[in-house]
Protein backbone atom coordinates (compact mmCIF):
# COMPACT_ATOMS: atom_id res chain seq x y z
CA UNK A 1 0.00 0.00 0.00
CA UNK A 2 1.96 2.94 -1.15
CA UNK A 3 1.82 5.68 1.93
CA UNK A 4 -0.38 9.05 0.83
CA UNK A 5 0.77 11.63 -1.39
CA UNK A 6 0.74 13.93 1.22
CA UNK A 7 2.47 12.06 3.71
CA UNK A 8 5.06 11.39 0.52
CA UNK A 9 5.37 15.04 0.73
CA UNK A 10 5.95 15.53 3.84
CA UNK A 11 9.04 13.27 4.47
CA UNK A 12 10.43 14.43 1.56
CA UNK A 13 10.08 18.11 3.40
CA UNK A 14 11.24 16.71 6.88
CA UNK A 15 14.13 14.85 4.56
CA UNK A 16 15.25 18.16 3.11
CA UNK A 17 14.96 20.00 6.52
CA UNK A 18 17.62 17.46 7.95
CA UNK A 19 20.00 17.72 5.13
CA UNK A 20 20.23 21.49 5.60
CA UNK A 21 18.30 22.52 2.33
CA UNK A 22 15.87 24.09 4.52
CA UNK A 23 17.83 25.22 7.70
CA UNK A 24 15.99 26.01 10.48
CA UNK A 25 14.75 30.15 10.81
CA UNK A 26 14.44 30.14 7.27
CA UNK A 27 11.09 29.90 5.11
CA UNK A 28 9.78 26.79 3.30
CA UNK A 29 9.05 27.49 -0.01
CA UNK A 30 5.30 29.02 -0.23
CA UNK A 31 2.55 27.03 -1.40
CA UNK A 32 2.76 27.53 -5.30
CA UNK A 33 5.86 26.92 -4.95
CA UNK A 34 5.50 23.32 -3.93
CA UNK A 35 2.97 23.39 -5.96
CA UNK A 36 4.66 24.04 -9.12
CA UNK A 37 8.16 22.26 -7.61
CA UNK A 38 6.14 18.60 -6.94
CA UNK A 39 3.24 18.75 -10.06
CA UNK A 40 0.66 18.13 -6.27
CA UNK A 41 -2.72 19.81 -5.55
CA UNK A 42 -2.89 22.73 -3.36
CA UNK A 43 -5.40 20.65 -0.48
CA UNK A 44 -2.09 18.01 -1.10
CA UNK A 45 0.61 20.29 -0.28
CA UNK A 46 -1.48 22.20 2.76
CA UNK A 47 -1.87 18.59 4.61
CA UNK A 48 1.92 17.72 4.46
CA UNK A 49 2.87 21.52 5.85
CA UNK A 50 0.01 20.67 8.30
CA UNK A 51 1.30 17.40 9.25
CA UNK A 52 5.21 18.74 9.71
CA UNK A 53 3.25 22.24 11.77
CA UNK A 54 1.73 19.17 13.88
CA UNK A 55 4.90 16.91 14.41
CA UNK A 56 7.05 19.98 14.88
CA UNK A 57 9.29 20.70 12.34
CA UNK A 58 7.19 23.67 11.19
CA UNK A 59 5.76 26.33 12.51
CA UNK A 60 3.67 29.53 11.18
CA UNK A 61 4.77 33.41 11.37
CA UNK A 62 2.05 35.55 10.92
CA UNK A 63 3.15 38.31 8.08
CA UNK A 64 5.98 36.09 7.75
CA UNK A 65 5.46 32.53 6.64
CA UNK A 66 6.26 28.69 7.53
CA UNK A 67 9.32 28.41 9.45
CA UNK A 68 11.27 25.86 9.78
CA UNK A 69 11.88 24.65 13.63
CA UNK A 70 14.50 21.62 12.66
CA UNK A 71 14.39 18.73 13.86
CA UNK A 72 11.24 18.55 17.63
CA UNK A 73 12.15 17.75 20.87
CA UNK A 74 11.08 13.68 20.47
CA UNK A 75 11.65 12.96 17.34
CA UNK A 76 14.58 10.70 18.46
CA UNK A 77 12.71 8.72 20.63
CA UNK A 78 9.91 8.14 18.66
CA UNK A 79 12.13 6.91 15.66
CA UNK A 80 14.05 4.98 18.18
CA UNK A 81 11.21 2.84 19.15
CA UNK A 82 10.82 1.79 15.42
CA UNK A 83 14.21 1.17 14.97
CA UNK A 84 14.00 -1.44 17.91
CA UNK A 85 11.11 -3.22 16.37
CA UNK A 86 13.33 -4.01 12.88
CA UNK A 87 16.46 -4.49 14.67
CA UNK A 88 15.98 -6.29 18.06
CA UNK A 89 17.58 -9.79 18.40
CA UNK A 90 15.18 -11.69 19.84
CA UNK A 91 17.40 -13.63 21.40
CA UNK A 92 19.05 -11.49 23.12
CA UNK A 93 15.90 -9.52 23.94
CA UNK A 94 14.98 -9.36 27.88
CA UNK A 95 11.53 -11.17 27.30
CA UNK A 96 9.86 -14.03 25.30
CA UNK A 97 8.08 -14.89 22.30
CA UNK A 98 4.64 -15.45 22.93
CA UNK A 99 2.79 -16.22 19.91
CA UNK A 100 3.62 -17.43 16.32
CA UNK A 101 1.20 -18.29 13.24
CA UNK A 102 -1.32 -17.10 11.25
CA UNK A 103 -3.87 -14.92 12.84
CA UNK A 104 -6.74 -12.61 11.53
CA UNK A 105 -5.63 -9.22 10.99
CA UNK A 106 -6.82 -6.27 13.60
CA UNK A 107 -8.68 -3.94 10.75
CA UNK A 108 -5.89 -0.93 11.27
CA UNK A 109 -2.95 -3.69 10.73
CA UNK A 110 -5.21 -4.89 7.42
CA UNK A 111 -5.66 -1.50 6.09
CA UNK A 112 -1.59 -0.84 6.42
CA UNK A 113 -0.49 -4.05 4.49
CA UNK A 114 -2.97 -3.52 1.98
CA UNK A 115 -4.89 -6.53 2.72
CA UNK A 116 -8.98 -6.69 2.87
CA UNK A 117 -10.79 -7.19 6.44
CA UNK A 118 -11.03 -10.47 8.28
CA UNK A 119 -7.34 -11.49 5.87
CA UNK A 120 -4.89 -13.89 8.00
CA UNK A 121 -1.16 -13.41 8.18
CA UNK A 122 1.80 -14.16 10.16
CA UNK A 123 1.90 -12.41 13.52
CA UNK A 124 4.91 -12.81 15.85
CA UNK A 125 4.12 -11.43 19.49
CA UNK A 126 7.20 -10.56 21.17
CA UNK A 127 6.77 -9.83 25.59
CA UNK A 128 9.60 -7.57 26.47
CA UNK A 129 10.57 -7.37 30.30
CA UNK A 130 12.94 -5.23 32.33
CA UNK A 131 13.09 -6.91 35.82
CA UNK A 132 10.93 -9.46 36.14
CA UNK A 133 8.32 -6.29 35.08
CA UNK A 134 6.75 -6.35 31.24
CA UNK A 135 7.15 -2.58 29.76
CA UNK A 136 5.86 -3.85 25.92
CA UNK A 137 3.89 -5.88 23.69
CA UNK A 138 5.04 -6.40 20.18
CA UNK A 139 2.80 -8.17 17.51
CA UNK A 140 4.35 -8.22 14.23
CA UNK A 141 2.33 -8.69 11.22
CA UNK A 142 3.95 -10.24 7.98
CA UNK A 143 2.24 -10.51 4.22
CA UNK A 144 2.13 -13.96 3.22
CA UNK A 145 4.50 -13.74 0.32
CA UNK A 146 7.82 -12.59 2.63
CA UNK A 147 7.45 -15.46 4.67
CA UNK A 148 8.20 -18.40 2.29
CA UNK A 149 11.73 -18.76 2.67
CA UNK A 150 12.54 -17.77 5.66
CA UNK A 151 12.32 -18.87 9.95
CA UNK A 152 9.65 -15.95 10.50
CA UNK A 153 6.83 -18.93 11.09
CA UNK A 154 9.48 -20.73 13.31
CA UNK A 155 8.54 -20.42 16.92
CA UNK A 156 12.34 -20.45 17.94
CA UNK A 157 13.40 -16.80 18.80
CA UNK A 158 15.46 -14.72 15.32
CA UNK A 159 19.02 -14.38 16.30
CA UNK A 160 18.71 -11.33 14.21
CA UNK A 161 16.08 -8.29 13.73
CA UNK A 162 13.53 -8.49 11.55
CA UNK A 163 14.57 -6.39 8.96
CA UNK A 164 18.15 -7.87 8.45
CA UNK A 165 16.32 -11.58 8.18
CA UNK A 166 14.10 -10.01 5.11
CA UNK A 167 16.77 -8.11 3.75
CA UNK A 168 19.06 -11.25 3.78
CA UNK A 169 16.50 -13.94 2.79
CA UNK A 170 13.84 -11.95 0.72
CA UNK A 171 16.70 -9.75 -1.39
CA UNK A 172 13.92 -6.86 -0.37
CA UNK A 173 15.00 -3.58 1.68
CA UNK A 174 13.57 -1.42 4.12
CA UNK A 175 13.69 1.82 3.18
CA UNK A 176 11.20 4.21 5.91
CA UNK A 177 8.78 3.92 8.59
CA UNK A 178 5.31 5.17 9.27
CA UNK A 179 4.62 5.77 13.02
CA UNK A 180 1.06 5.80 14.25
CA UNK A 181 0.02 6.72 17.74
CA UNK A 182 -3.35 6.35 19.49
CA UNK A 183 -4.36 5.16 23.07
CA UNK A 184 -6.92 2.45 22.98
CA UNK A 185 -7.91 -0.49 26.14
CA UNK A 186 -5.89 -3.77 25.87
CA UNK A 187 -7.92 -6.71 24.51
CA UNK A 188 -7.91 -9.95 27.56
CA UNK A 189 -5.13 -11.78 26.21
CA UNK A 190 -2.92 -8.29 25.91
CA UNK A 191 -4.11 -7.08 29.38
CA UNK A 192 -3.10 -10.53 30.71
CA UNK A 193 0.26 -10.20 28.93
CA UNK A 194 1.10 -7.31 30.10
CA UNK A 195 -0.27 -7.52 34.01
CA UNK A 196 -2.34 -4.78 33.60
CA UNK A 197 -5.53 -3.90 35.85
CA UNK A 198 -8.65 -3.57 34.55
CA UNK A 199 -9.70 0.15 33.23
CA UNK A 200 -6.01 0.67 32.72
CA UNK A 201 -5.08 1.69 28.72
CA UNK A 202 -2.33 0.98 26.17
CA UNK A 203 -0.90 3.82 24.22
CA UNK A 204 -0.01 1.67 20.83
CA UNK A 205 2.25 2.72 18.38
CA UNK A 206 1.75 1.24 15.43
CA UNK A 207 4.94 1.25 13.14
CA UNK A 208 4.51 0.91 9.21
CA UNK A 209 7.68 -0.36 7.61
CA UNK A 210 7.58 0.29 3.75
CA UNK A 211 10.29 -0.48 1.06
CA UNK A 212 11.09 2.46 -1.61
CA UNK A 213 7.77 1.95 -3.64
CA UNK A 214 5.90 2.59 -0.21
CA UNK A 215 5.20 -1.46 -0.06
CA UNK A 216 4.51 -2.31 3.65
CA UNK A 217 7.07 -5.30 4.38
CA UNK A 218 6.10 -5.46 8.25
CA UNK A 219 3.58 -3.85 10.73
CA UNK A 220 4.46 -3.98 14.37
CA UNK A 221 1.62 -2.89 16.91
CA UNK A 222 3.99 -1.68 19.93
CA UNK A 223 1.81 -1.99 22.89
CA UNK A 224 3.04 -0.01 26.17
CA UNK A 225 1.67 0.23 29.38
CA UNK A 226 0.04 3.70 30.15
CA UNK A 227 0.63 3.45 33.78
CA UNK A 228 4.56 3.13 33.03
CA UNK A 229 4.97 5.55 30.55
CA UNK A 230 5.88 9.50 30.58
CA UNK A 231 6.20 11.46 27.39
CA UNK A 232 7.70 14.90 26.65
CA UNK A 233 7.67 17.65 23.98
CA UNK A 234 7.97 21.06 23.91
CA UNK A 235 6.62 23.07 21.50
CA UNK A 236 5.91 26.42 20.53
CA UNK A 237 2.89 28.83 21.11
CA UNK A 238 2.21 31.18 18.72
Known sequence: MEAPKYVRL???LQGRIEDGTYPPGTRVPSENQL???FGMSRPTVVRALELLKRDGWLESRQGYGTIV?????????RERRGREVLTRDESR???????VGEVAVPVRV????????????LMRRLLVEEDGEAVELVSSYFPAGLVDGTDLASPEAL????????????KVRFDHVT?????RLPDATERELLDL???????????????????ALQVSDVLLPADRQELEDTYRLN
Open 159 to 170: ESGTRAHLEARK
Open 93 to 99: TAGRLVQ
Open 10 to 12: AQT
Open 69 to 77: RGRPAGAEE
Open 110 to 121: ASALGLPKRAKA
Open 179 to 183: ERVSA
Open 35 to 37: VQA
Open 197 to 215: PDGVPVLSVLVIACDAAGQ
